[in-house]
């Protein structure tokens, strides 16, 4: 088939819309990618971006249509009939998942998917599709690739699943890598070391690579050509480096200035904090054993920290960091087995279920997925009220003034007072659990990383409504996340968490650029630098023309 | 129930907007509890007059289903049989649902030593085959349509109590439950404001659907004789009583594709319940 | 260790399981001996029924009907669990022998209905993956839910009627041949048939719709591959639930597909039992299925690690994700 010397254009996209039942979901797309480059696909949810992923791989369901054309080494992929695409798909296109957690069959050992993939090479029998496999998964930096070889997927972490998915689109030799968001599922330093190896694979394989994000410093870090998308629709297309810094188009300015990592000092300037009196939480030599399945998983070892009353603190931690054991001990929903937690100056009393309640009065908490943390079948002005109700707070007309003061002070309008959450977006669904949690007038908001399961613009709307209650009303914030670029935007001071244990904490500006522990400074690593990359994809980019 | 409460200005746009097939169950169960509440509106037949000259007579303009062996009209038969079919039915889904549904709640709901309790007691009632049950409690009572109603519904107990649980357990951990005890909720107004409204629905499908269910097993009860004995009309005693002829088989088919169509219609609301609505 | 908990889990499994059964025979003896007040007494001093002071006074004594409702209740568990079933109140035979007589019938007619309805299921769930989307799969979809409203009764009276009376493949007459067993068997299996295509279906449409199904799809699986090893495959442990789970079922089926069939089974030996008033053979025949039941299900579980892996407990997550970011 590769007879015939390849196109300069191994990708060409033309006029593609594709629609699911009469929605349509991409609209007159056209985008080109060259032989032995790569370029990012960049867009929100909802912006078709997996949708082009998928069409380009074969893969809408059944209810989408796709028109236009998708040129692939001058084939039209849309006109070809399944036999001949299920010939091309795996042998010349590779696809990496985004959730690799979830990308392998759970109940087949990895050896037998990788089997599947190895067949589409000309092997002779099945130990040399095995020498093959071995040999590709030690490629990739995969130790120990004969153990792995009889794993289940289950045994794995995310990181090694990826990796190995990653070894099973390139096993045999495809021209193109299609990669849907690869990392967003995983850790913040491993998303790095996977970005990377994708890129490595890229210049030295000569595969080109089509990479699909939500994340403009990742895409203007790593790949080429960028091509922004809104509602199914091209809003630029270019250079990474001429998009990241001359965007032209209003919504590729306000994407470059969402991102945290290309904006350090946005909120900064805008917020002068006066920290108040005294410490609003205290938390002093804390630990916690779990039992589970017969062994103990120390979750939280001998963590102490203050936070001073007016101001926002950041516990940082990628998963397995205890990050989360430690809101639930803070908010009195696990009982710790050694130290003492005080807020506001009391005690958070597990043994004493009625002081505890009063103290909630004062401590609020804001979940991770807005889309969990409402009951589905209440109204929005109800959630918001629940608080009034339950602490017998004020009579029914001042309820709900209260209620609705709370949704301006979100930036919601008075007509989703009705709605039910399933009605509104998830933007505004965290809005009204911030409203919720609000409307007691607490001293203290813990908010449990309240934008991962948002867009960036979407999260910088809440981070903005964030700061501006913080100066109105002095609250406190524990702010927990794994994402320093945003915690590096809002907040104070910061205890980086690793294992369960303080690795090192203080002020914002001395950890972040002054980091004394190695783990630390790995963390702040992985944070896209797009600035320093261009210069590093220029490299890249001679080595492999010469 | 969401579109329902969204919507409410316009009714009739909103049955409009329902599938025809779901329009056509809740006409068909219309007509079947019209018939039970009303039998002599839609026979002008005697359900118990035999005319033996009239005997076996195939379906025609007067006689919509044929007549029986002693020259009764077979549709006044079914339409008079209606009443202690459905109710017998309707009792067994409510003496189900009300203990299954209680042993459910409080097992999932209160979780350790009771819910290990009752947790076997389902396994135990889950592990005597249904039908052998009702067989067996009905043997015990009498052979009366009141007790195959009773042994039917203590027969499903243990789908309901399981259902009961698995979603109060499900709803319980939700993170909107712990979201209301972190604004103050106490255990009752958790359990009846957020747990009980979340995991209804699935439970009322059930109910519906196990009301089917039940006009099934009731059916085969009384198709083994263990019902009201004739002149009772229940559904299964004419298919049973029909089986004896078998070159008029209109006395099988007609009472069997009441029930079958009757069954259809339920379970398709059931599955609307479920699903849509 | 691993093995020693998967051992005391196995143990603990076993265990739950003589509790249900115990559960299940003394809710069965409640019933029948309890509730009702005595009435097997009372069959017994029946006029009607003709039994004689000689022939009732061992009876009583056999089953203590004289003494206290508990010694009556440990009497008679005691001796279930010795493998003593009682004596038949109307034959006068230990119904174990009746039983005996009456199983092979039965167990041959269960099975082959199992069989049958799992290649039903099978095929009615191919069908409803790969046929043309709108007629082929459309119709797949609706069968299962069309069957579960039929009656098991019809649907074996219409066998007859049509296969029997109008076709001539076989004569109810002689109901142990071997046409009227498959028919007899396709009428058990068709409701049982029903509930697993429903759970099968259902499975596989979520395996559909998985990222790894996709995943597959894009390594360039044939249609047959992907159903079978990405579809089929990862559905294998919900049916062999519900299967587990339909055996009560077909043993409660074979009651009413004995009676029209005219077999001689364990559904007809209750079917008299029930009409004659036999206590000790419903209450036999009904704690053996409650233990069949008991067994088929532990047999299921303990199936379960070998169709899926997740279920075998050998936990190195933890461990590689460190190496992973030491690596």
Not at chain 1, 100 to 106: D, H, Y
Request: contains cysteine; glycine residues 8%; hydrophobic residues 50%.
């Amino acid at each position: 088939m590769n007879a015939v010397s390849p196109p300069a254009d191994l990708l060409a996209i033309r006029g593609l819309s594709i629609a699911y039942g009469n929605k349509p979901a991409v609209h007159d797309v056209d985008l080109t990618l060259h032989a032995g480059r790569s370029l990012a696909l960049i867009g929100e949810s909802g912006s078709g971006k997996s949708t082009i992923a998928r069409a380009l791989c074969g893969l809408l369901p059944a209810s989408g249509t796709a028109r236009g054309r998708i040129l692939f080494q001058g084939q039209d992929l849309l006109a070809l009939p399944e036999a001949r695409l299920r010939a091309l798909r795996g042998r010349a296109i590779g696809f990496v998942p985004q959730d690799p957690q979830n990308a392998l069959n759970p109940v087949r050992s990895i050896g037998a998917q990788a089997q599947e993939a190895a067949r589409l090479l000309d092997l002779p029998d099945v130990a040399a599709r095995r020498a093959r496999i071995l040999q590709t998964f030690a490629r990739i930096g995969l130790a120990d690739p004969a153990r792995l070889y009889d794993a289940y997927p289950h045994q794995l972490s995310g990181g090694m699943l990826q990796r190995v998915l990653i070894g099973l689109a390139i096993l045999p030799g495809p021209a193109l890598i299609v990669a849907d968001e690869p990392t967003s599922a995983l850790d913040v330093t491993i998303q790095k070391r996977i970005l990377d190896l994708l890129g490595a694979l890229q210049a030295e394989l000569g595969i080109s690579l089509l990479l699909i994000t939500h994340d403009l410093a990742i895409a203007a870090e790593r790949a080429h050509d960028v091509v922004v998308l809104k509602d199914g629709q091209v809003q630029e297309r270019g250079t990474a480096d001429q998009v990241f810094r001359q965007p032209r188009s209003a919504y590729a300015r306000r994407l470059q200035a969402d991102v945290p990592a290309l904006n350090p000092e946005r909120f900064r300037a805008a917020t002068a904090r006066q920290p108040g009196a005294g410490e609003a939480i205290h938390v002093d030599g804390v630990s916690k054993t779990f039992q589970a399945e017969g062994r103990s998983v120390r979750a939280v070892q001998d963590v102490s920290f203050g936070v001073p009353a007016g101001t926002t603190h950041a516990l940082v931690g990628e998963s397995g960091s205890g990050k989360t054991t430690l809101v639930r001990l803070l908010l009195g929903l696990e009982r710790p087995d050694r130290g003492h937690i005080a807020v506001a100056g009391t005690p958070v009393a597990t043994d004493a279920p009625d002081r505890l309640r009063g103290l909630r009065r004062e401590l609020q908490l804001v979940y991770q997925n807005p889309f969990t943390s409402l009951d589905p079948t209440w109204s929005v002005g109800g959630i918001i009220a629940e608080p009034l109700q339950r602490y017998d707070v004020g009579h029914r007309g001042d309820r709900q003034a209260q209620v609705i003061e709370a949704l301006r002070a979100v930036d919601l309008p008075e007509q989703v007072l009705r709605r039910r959450p399933g009605a509104l977006s998830g933007g505004q669904r965290q809005r009204v659990a911030i409203a919720r949690a609000l409307i007691l007038r607490p001293k203290v908001l813990v908010l449990d990383e309240p934008t991962s399961a948002l867009d960036v613009t979407v999260q910088a709307g809440i981070v903005e409504v964030l700061f501006r209650l913080q100066a109105q009303l002095g609250l406190t914030y524990l702010f927990v996340s794994h994402d320093l670029a945003l915690i590096r935007q809002l907040a104070d001071s910061v205890t980086v968490l690793r294992h369960g244990q303080v690795v090192e904490q203080g002020p914002v500006a001395q950890i972040f650029s002054r980091p004394r522990e190695a783990y630390t400074r790995l963390l702040l690593d992985s944070i896209p630098r797009p600035a320093a990359a261009s210069r590093e994809s220029f490299l890249v980019d001679q080595e492999t023309e010469n | 129930m969401s579109a329902t409460t969204l919507s409410p200005p316009r009714p009739l746009a909103w049955i409009g907007a329902q599938p025809l097939a779901v329009l056509l169950a809740f006409a068909v169960l219309a007509l079947v509890v019209s018939w039970s509440a009303a039998p002599s509106l839609f026979s002008s037949h005697d359900p118990f007059l035999g005319l033996t000259a009239q005997k076996l007579l195939p379906p025609s303009a007067t006689n919509w289903f044929g007549t029986d062996h002693l020259g009764r009209d077979l549709y006044a038969r079914v339409v008079q049989g209606t009443w202690s079919s459905v109710t017998s039915a309707l009792i067994a889904t409510l003496i189900g649902l009300a203990i299954g549904g209680l042993l459910g709640l409080a097992s999932g709901f209160l979780g350790g030593w009771v819910d290990t309790v009752i947790g076997r007691l389902i396994d135990m009632l889950l592990a005597i085959p249904n039908f052998l049950l009702a067989v067996v409690i009905v043997s015990a009572f009498g052979f009366q349509t009141i007790n195959v109603a009773v042994a039917t519904g203590v027969a499903s107990v243990a789908v309901f109590a399981r259902l009961m649980r698995s979603e109060v357990m499900k709803t319980s951990t939700a993170v909107f439950v712990e979201a209301s005890v972190l604004v103050g909720g106490r255990a009752a107004h958790v359990l009846l404001r957020h747990v009980l409204p979340n995991a209804y629905r699935s439970v009322v499908a059930l109910a519906v659907l196990q009301f089917g269910t039940s006009i099934l097993t009731i059916a085969g009860l009384a198709f083994l004789g263990y019902g009201d004995p004739p002149p009772a009309a229940d559904w299964g005693l004419l298919v049973a009583n029909g089986k004896d002829y078998p070159s008029s088989p209109w006395l099988v088919f007609a009472p069997a594709t009441v029930i079958v169509v009757t069954v259809l219609a339920i379970n398709r609301i059931s599955r609307w319940i479920r699903h849509a609505a | 260790m691993t093995r020693n908990t998967s051992l005391s889990q196995a143990a603990r499994r076993i265990g739950q399981a003589l509790v249900v059964i115990l559960l299940a025979y003394s809710f069965t003896f409640l019933i029948i001996s309890v509730l009702p007040g005595d009435p097997i007494s009372n069959m017994l001093l029946d006029p009607e029924n003709g039994f004689t002071e000689e022939e009732i006074a061992p009876i009583i004594a056999h089953y203590g009907l004289d003494r206290p409702v508990l010694e009556q209740w440990w009497m008679a568990i005691s001796r279930f669990a010795l493998g003593d079933l009682g004596i038949s109140l109307r034959s006068n035979r230990p119904v174990s022998s009746m039983l005996l007589e009456a199983l092979p019938s039965t167990l041959l007619l269960a099975g082959s209905a199992m069989l049958v309805a799992l290649l039903l299921a099978l095929l009615i769930a191919y069908a409803s993956q790969n046929l043309p989307r709108r007629w082929g799969q459309g119709v797949a979809r609706v069968l299962p839910a069309l069957s579960l409203s039929v009656p098991s009764f019809v649907i074996g009276l219409v066998l007859i009627q049509v296969f029997a009376f109008q076709l001539g493949l076989f004569r109810i007459t002689q109901p142990n041949s071997l046409a009227a067993t498959f028919f007899a068997a396709l009428a058990l299996g068709i409701p049982v048939s029903a509930q697993i295509a429903e759970v099968l279906i259902a499975n596989l449409d979520h395996e559909a719709g998985q990222e790894y199904f996709a995943v597959a799809q894009a390594r360039g699986l044939r249609r047959s591959q992907l159903f079978l090893r990405h579809q089929l495959r990862p559905s294998a442990l919900p049916v062999v639930t519900m299967i587990a789970l339909s055996i009560g079922e077909l043993l409660g089926g074979s009651l009413i597909t004995e009676t029209i069939f005219g077999r001689k089974g364990v559904g007809s030996l209750v079917q008299s039992a029930v009409v004659t008033q036999d206590f000790p053979v419903l209450q036999s025949v009904v704690s053996l299925a409650a233990v069949v039941f008991v067994l088929v299900n532990l047999l299921a579980d303990l199936l379960y690690p070998l169709l899926d892996p997740r279920l075998r407990r050998r936990d190195t997550a933890a461990r590689d994700d460190t190496a992973e970011r030491l690596a």
